[in-house]
Nanobody
Framework: VQMVESGGGLVQAGGSLRLSCDASGPISSAVDMVWYRQLPGKQREHIAMLAVDGTTAYANSVKGRFTISRDNAKDTVWLQMNLLNAQDTAVYYC????????????WGQGTQVTVSS
């Protein structure tokens, strides 16, 4: 399953963006969905997860500002990002993940988020 991310762009510090992740095929509702980001010169990091049982987990850097959600019927996952700051500038990716942390989908090209200070 190929992931396709969209919704990125240029935003001023303090602003908001909503990212979307669509899959090229059906995504089982029995997998976790994860948003990642890759800052310039850094490795891709896990920032938000929505587990099968509906629980969520966030990296400390985004906790309280970002919200992950999904629509199983549309195979779409969203990332609502509020109170953006320059440190959030990155390429954002999503993927499905098994319960033991194995990435299940093919990586998309990501969507660029740039926050101007």
């Amino acid at each position: 399953v190929q992931m396709v991310e969209s919704g990125g762009g240029l935003v001023q510090a303090g602003g908001s963006l909503r990212l979307s992740c669509d899959a090229s095929g059906p995504i089982s509702s029995a997998v976790d969905m994860v948003w990642y980001r890759q800052l310039p010169g850094k490795q891709r990091e896990h920032i938000a997860m929505l587990a099968v049982d509906g629980t969520t987990a966030y990296a400390n850097s985004v906790k309280g500002r970002f919200t992950i959600s999904r629509d199983n019927a549309k195979d779409t996952v969203w990332l609502q990002m509020n109170l953006l700051n320059a440190q959030d500038t990155a390429v954002y990716y999503c993927n499905a993940q098994s319960g033991d942390g194995v990435t299940l989908g093919s990586w998309g090209q990501g969507t660029q988020v740039t926050v101007s200070s």
